[in-house]
């Protein structure tokens, strides 16, 4: 049996739907939504709505003004306890006389955590671990990059039912219906990065910019992040191009032309020469270490053949998948398959995955995936 009410779930699930309006605003801090109630009565709210913003927790107080004091705080992540562009939540709490306060993980940050300690030490009581699931899922990109270093990642493809990529003459567009579509750019306006391989760069030329439907506006594009082994890829293509996005990463082998990575950096992108893996591809793992060191905490692949069988089968970094399945058959022997590379030599060789949900966008199968090494709320304690 829950020791929490359902009141109690129900006012953390608001600071969590809360939380979500910063889907693509907030990075590098962390999605944290936090709702102020008394006597069972949801008094206040708060959002995080980017860096430098006042943090979540501060306008849940600031709404509430002195009706705080008393009252019950609930908040998806610890509350800070360090002064960074905005002072610690915690001694916002204190000052304001919030009673209790209920998160739902503790912040894995060093810089940050701590906050519950400092509440405790004033008389405030803390609960820890309510709705901590929901919590991690939401928060997984900062959570992986604050405890490992490394950005978490995400794979998004699409295939028609016998696994196929395109027809035999390379025609992929559009293997899936719009919603799928609009999923994808969803997506893209949530993570920090996105990253192509250099043959889906040549064929399909991609602006690789976010554009969400709706109402939603974008503060900021992703980074573009392309991997050129030997530098061969025509600068007039779009992701070179300043009018749809910021600077391009160019990953690439170290023996690459050094007069190809001149002519790039003059553009304005950046060339990043990274190790070789056994097979001779650009080595996606280096790639990572390099792209969280810039604080890069999540990626989005969209990956062809060759980019797939490099993250999910011969350098595995990939932590969710998404998958998109039309319901149509290509054929042909020789057509662009989802996975390609030299594959497997033994079916022992495969790790299995595990399939966290099957759905619909539109006439399309949408399937999340989470492969064998991909990050779990086992990785890191959850609040309790």
Not at 118 to 136: F, S
Not at 218 to 240: A, G, N, S, Y
Request: proline share 8%; charged share 20%.
């Amino acid at each position: 049996m829950s020791r929490w009410t359902p009141k109690q779930r129900e006012f953390m699930k608001e600071a969590i739907r809360l939380a979500r309006r910063g889907w693509g605003l907030v990075s590098p801090n962390p999605l944290v939504g936090a709702a102020l109630a008394k006597n069972n009565r949801l008094l206040a709210v708060g959002w995080h709505q980017g860096p430098g913003q006042p943090h979540a927790e501060v306008m849940a107080l600031q709404e509430a003004g002195a009706k705080a004091k008393g009252a019950e705080l609930y908040v998806n992540l610890e509350p800070c306890a360090h002064h960074g562009r905005t002072g610690p939540c915690a001694q916002a709490i204190i000052e304001a006389g919030v009673k209790k306060v209920y998160y739902a993980l503790n912040d894995p940050n060093p810089v940050a955590q701590g906050g519950a300690v400092i509440l405790e030490a004033n008389g405030v009581e803390v609960d820890r671990g309510l709705m901590a699931d929901e919590a991690w899922e939401l928060n997984q990109f900062f959570l992986k990059w604050a405890t490992t270093g490394l950005p978490f990642v995400i794979a998004k493809t699409a295939a028609s039912l016998d696994g196929k990529i395109a027809t035999r003459l390379g025609d992929s567009r559009w293997i899936t219906d719009k919603a799928a579509r609009n999923f994808g750019h969803t997506i893209r306006a949530g993570v920090d990065a996105i990253l192509i391989g250099r043959n889906t760069a040549f064929k399909d030329d991609p602006e690789l910019s976010a554009r969400p439907w709706g109402k939603r506006k974008m503060h900021r594009q992703p980074l573009r992040v392309v991997l050129d082994p030997h530098l061969k890829l025509p600068l007039t293509l779009k992701i070179f191009n300043p009018d749809f996005g910021g600077p391009t990463v160019v990953g690439c082998l170290p023996e690459a032309d050094p007069r190809a990575q001149e002519n790039i950096l003059a553009m304005g992108h950046e060339v990043w020469p990274l190790e070789k893996t056994p097979s001779g591809l650009v080595s996606l793992k280096d790639l990572l270490v390099k792209l969280g060191q810039a604080k890069i905490q999540s990626v989005l692949i969209e990956p062809g053949s060759t980019l797939a069988f490099s993250a999910l089968v011969e350098e595995p970094v990939v932590d969710l998948v998404h998958l998109f399945l039309a319901p149509i058959f290509l054929g042909g022997a020789n057509t662009p398959a989802m996975v390609g590379g030299s594959g497997l030599e033994s079916l022992a060789q495969a790790e299995r995955a595990e399939i966290l949900k099957i759905g619909r966008k539109g006439p399309d199968i949408h399937l999340i995936i989470r492969p064998a090494e991909g990050f779990r709320p086992t990785d890191l304690p959850l609040g309790s």
